[in-house]
């Protein structure tokens, strides 16, 4: 029989089993998802393991991070395969699955963490009040369990950016640690979304990560330092995709996450995209060091 990770579904039990590692010096290491877990969000684990100690993975649907005309019915809740998947060698030692009562006692938080001007643009500009919730919730899955060391994928890397603000000016002694995407063989991020695609969605959909790469070579190649030429080049790629929408294309620092106008040598820029293919609305970047 592969080892089973322990479910936690309390706030009760998640405290107890952090005490218990604590009084047995051991460190503890957090990967916290929304689960309908795939490829990606074991690259996590794994990355987890590999910092020693004990590895939780929190599978939470934050109601407060979407929108009132986003997917949070429709979005997968597969708990069962998800614990499978955490299962055996390697696996994780404990899965905190609360319900929402637990993240949210009184319904209705009048207490929210968040973070200025990081969020000015990109998913926060498109999805207002996401990063609010997003912050909320990992600082209260911080204030329970107290990880020594968090795990997220660069998928996300202005929420990466912004929890990472957010951890230090809160003073959490929280590391956080960012893995790089994990993409399926044709470029595209794997996302817990990409279900929804129907399949010529999906045959249309490693348009995202091409028209990202291209910019990059764009960078790196040719020398183009011109924010807005490589955000025209972006849109130019995915107008010429019938079953793409675009949502938003920006090229960002990776600080304080404002558009930038042309690109200094020695920096480290964000380039970031989220575009519909259907309901489905999927994000990618790359992030470049600007030679
Ligand atoms: P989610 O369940 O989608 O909220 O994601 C939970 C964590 O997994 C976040 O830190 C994501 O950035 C990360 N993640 C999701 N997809 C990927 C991927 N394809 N590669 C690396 N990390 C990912």
New binding site residues.
């Given amino acids: 029989m592969p080892a089973s990770p322990k479910i936690l579904t309390t706030l009760d039990q998640a405290r107890i089993w952090r005490a218990e590692a604590r009084t047995r010096g051991e460190k503890v290491v957090m990967?916290?998802?929304?689960?309908?877990l795939?490829d990606?969000?074991l690259?996590?684990v794994r990355t987890a393991r590999a910092e020693g100690g004990r590895v939780i993975v929190s599978i939470f649907v934050n109601p407060t991070q979407f929108g009132p005309n986003e997917d949070f019915d429709a979005y997968p809740r597969t708990l069962a395969e998800d614990v499978q998947k955490l299962q055996g060698d390697g696996c994780c030692d404990a899965v905190f699955a609360p319900a929402p009562t637990e993240m949210y006692p009184f319904g209705t938080n009048r207490t929210w963490v968040s973070v200025d001007r990081l969020g000015d643009h990109l998913c926060g500009a498109a999805r207002p009040g996401h990063f609010k919730g997003v912050t909320t919730v990992v600082a209260r899955l911080f204030t329970i369990l107290t990880p020594d060391v968090a795990v997220?994928?660069?998928?996300?890397a202005q929420?990466?950016f912004i929890l990472k603000r957010m951890s230090q000016e809160m003073g959490f002694a929280t590391r956080l640690v960012g893995?790089?995407?994990?993409?399926e063989v044709d470029g595209l991020?794997?996302?817990?979304r990409n279900r929804y695609l129907n399949p010529s969605e999906r045959a249309a959909a490693p348009v995202l990560y091409q028209s990202l790469q291209a910019a990059q070579r764009s960078i790196l190649k040719n020398g183009e330092r011109d924010g807005h030429q490589i955000i025209a080049q972006i849109e130019g790629l995915l107008a010429a995709e019938p079953t793409c929408r675009r949502d938003y294309v920006s090229v960002v620092d990776t600080q304080e996450m404002q558009p930038l106008v042309s690109l200094e040598s020695g920096s480290t820029v964000l380039i970031a995209l989220a575009a519909y293919f259907g309901p489905a609305r999927l994000i990618d970047n790359v992030i470049v060091d600007v030679p």
Avoid: I, N
């Fill in positions: 990967v916290p998802t929304m689960g309908a795939h990606g969000h690259e996590l997220f994928g660069l998928k996300d929420q990466f893995v790089p995407t994990v993409r991020a794997m996302s817990s």
